[in-house]
């Protein structure tokens, strides 16, 4: 008898000394069974094989190593199955919207919207995506600017960046973009407004103060003047945790970087040092309308997918 045959002796005396094999196995108890598996004590593949056999007969699973008669009943069941899971990083997902202004295919976004983020999508209005990448950011200004990895699958002449140092308080603005696209569907949406100041929070002169109402997804959508040029980016909402330094709830307090700004960032790309034409549809010029200029500018204007 082997080495093996002699500790099995030992350790269940109440078996009887038996070799472990096909036929055998079910003769030992569970717990046995488990012990079994344990380094030193299972000396050739045969044997290893027999006691699985069986405890897969058994539907018994071994968690953890050598099992003891006196150890837990409860250790012996057979643990529940194990679904894969993404983990966190795959499942968060940022959304926001963007606009093509270069005829490099280059998308201007906020920063927030990107932030570490591996994986980025631009999603036209005809429903087809492109990968985009970071390829310049001001986190200080929540700006970034993105390229596309391939040209963009519609005929979009690229919106003209204006001058926001020549806006002033009270002047109609709009923006175009994406609110809310999980609920509210990823057809882009209109609204308007006002510039009510100069400067943001706390009179941060980076920002303008619009009443154009900001929803999650708005991020990154261009802020156009009456000249359908883009003087700003859409960027946020005074929050609801300002309540508590307030003693009341914001009505439609919403913010949006400057051009000027945006334009400081692209200086330091220097392919974009090119003239930025823009979108020949002015609305309310003779000829024209808002209507338009909305159908023409929103094959510029993206649904951005972010993910970590």
């Known amino acids: 008898m082997r080495k093996f045959a002699c500790i099995i002796c030992i350790a269940v005396l109440f ?11 079910p003769n030992f108890s569970d717990y046995q069974l488990c012990d079994f598996l344990t380094p030193n004590w299972i000396t050739t593949s045969d044997e ?6 069986e405890l897969s007969n058994r539907k018994i699973t071994c968690n953890g190593g050598p099992i003891h008669e006196n150890g837990s009943a409860g250790a012996l069941k057979s643990p529940p199955p194990v679904v894969p899971r993404p ?18 295919d280059y998308v201007i976004t906020n920063y927030h919207v990107v932030r570490g983020a591996n994986s980025i999508l631009a999603k036209f ?12 950011k001001d986190p200080k200004n929540d700006i970034a600017i993105l390229k596309l990895e391939k040209s963009p699958p519609l005929s979009a002449t690229p919106i003209k960046l204006g001058d926001s140092s020549q806006a002033r308080t ?58 359908g040029e883009v003087i700003g980016i859409t960027t946020a909402s005074l929050s609801l945790l300002a309540i508590d330094a307030m003693g009341a709830i914001p009505q439609n ?6 051009s000027s700004f945006v334009k400081n960032l692209l200086s ?10 823009g979108i020949v549809v002015i609305p309310n010029e003779p000829g024209n309308s808002l209507p338009d200029f909305i159908e023409q500018a929103s094959k510029n204007i993206v649904l951005i997918e972010a993910k970590e």
């Open 15 to 25: 078996t009887g000394c038996q070799t472990l094999d096909h036929t055998t196995a």
């Open 48 to 53: 290893r094989m027999a006691v699985l056999s």
């Open 87 to 104: 983990s966190i990083k795959q499942q968060a997902v940022s959304g926001g919207t963007g606009f093509l202004f270069s005829s490099k």
């Open 125 to 136: 209005t005809n429903g087809k995506t492109v990968e985009a990448v970071v390829v310049a």
């Open 170 to 227: 009270g002047e109609k603005i709009f923006t175009i973009g994406y609110p809310a696209s999980k609920i509210m569907g990823e057809k882009p949406k209109y609204s308007e407004g006002v510039i009510n100041s100069m400067t943001g929070l706390k009179d941060d002169p980076a920002f303008f103060q619009v009443s154009v109402p900001v929803q999650p997804g708005n991020s990154g959508g261009p802020l156009f003047n009456e000249r």
């Open 253 to 258: 307090v919403n913010y949006a970087i400057k």
């Open 268 to 277: 330091t790309i220097p392919e974009l040092m090119i003239a930025n034409t």
